[in-house]
């Protein structure tokens, strides 16, 4: 059991926490990697489940998970006689909720065509929300006798500015990956292209956008070896191998300065 989980749990039903602290660890993963369309999505998943251990620890009995409204949990909650919970259960959290939740159940459905894509800023604000959102909930669950130092160290974590890991500036890719080799730009690079294929002259041009010089870009391109396929167009494409190595480096990336 997680740090997370233990603090949680002696305040919300074990159920609801192992889910909703599985999707903010997915939202976070699909935020890193720039996919801000799934990150949405799975921040609207984290605030359901978040509404439920709530609405369970009110005292409320959930309805069968097909007649599940998170509007009417939320509104239920808004309604609790002022003084029978901490406001942070009647109130804020879900008001940050349905913030959050507005946002990832009208993505797409809230904006012309021909306006500005507003998936990574709507990415922003939902990871922004959930990270606020699991962090007042772990300050409540401290006043259960949880060691407050312990809880403020994890809030600290979770409620600091993020980054994703993976910019597109104009269709030129870059990695935010702290201590990444010339190698593992390649790497990552023909991942993010996936099952698109690129040049040699493409890759090199990739490693060296990472100020990486050509000599070196060159040789790191060279070094990938059975990590690729090459097709009669002298195109490469990452197997699975290769897919492998790269998603081992992004999960355990840190992002650089």
């Not at 909650?77 to 507005?102: H, K, M, N, V, W």
């Not at 290769?242 to 998603?247: K, P, Q, T």
Request: hydrophobic share 45%; glycine share 6%.
């Amino acid at each position: 059991m997680s740090d997370l989980e233990q603090m949680l749990q002696p305040t919300f039903a074990a159920k609801h926490v192992k889910a909703a602290l599985k999707h903010f660890q997915a939202m976070t993963t699909e935020f890193q990697q720039g996919a801000w369309e799934e990150t949405i999505g799975k921040g609207g998943k984290f605030v359901e489940a978040a509404l439920k251990a709530l609405y369970v620890h009110v005292g409320k009995t959930l309805p069968a998970a097909r007649e599940f409204e998170a509007g009417k949990v939320m509104a239920d909650l808004e309604q609790l006689a002022s003084g029978s919970f901490d406001d942070a259960i009647r109130l804020t959290i879900p008001r940050a909720c349905r913030f959050a939740y507005d946002i990832a159940s009208n993505r797409g459905a809230r904006h012309d065509p021909g306006e500005i894509d507003p998936n990574q800023m709507d990415a922003r604000a939902v990871v922004a929300s959930a990270a606020w959102t699991l962090a007042e909930m772990l300050r409540y669950a401290q006043k259960a006798g949880l060691e407050p130092a312990a809880v403020q160290e994890l809030v600290d974590g979770l409620t600091q500015r993020q980054y994703p890991l993976i910019e597109d500036v104009d269709g030129r890719v870059y990695f935010h990956v702290r201590g990444a080799s010339a190698r593992d730009v390649a790497l990552l690079s023909l991942w993010h292209k996936h099952p698109g294929r690129m040049t040699e002259g493409e890759l090199i041009a990739a490693v060296m956008r990472h100020r990486f010089k050509k000599p070196n870009a060159t040789m790191a391109v060279a070094r990938l070896g059975h990590l690729v396929d090459r097709d009669e167009h002298e195109k490469l494409r990452l197997l699975q191998p290769g897919i492998r190595l790269a998603e081992q480096l992004i999960a355990s990336a840190e992002i650089s300065d």
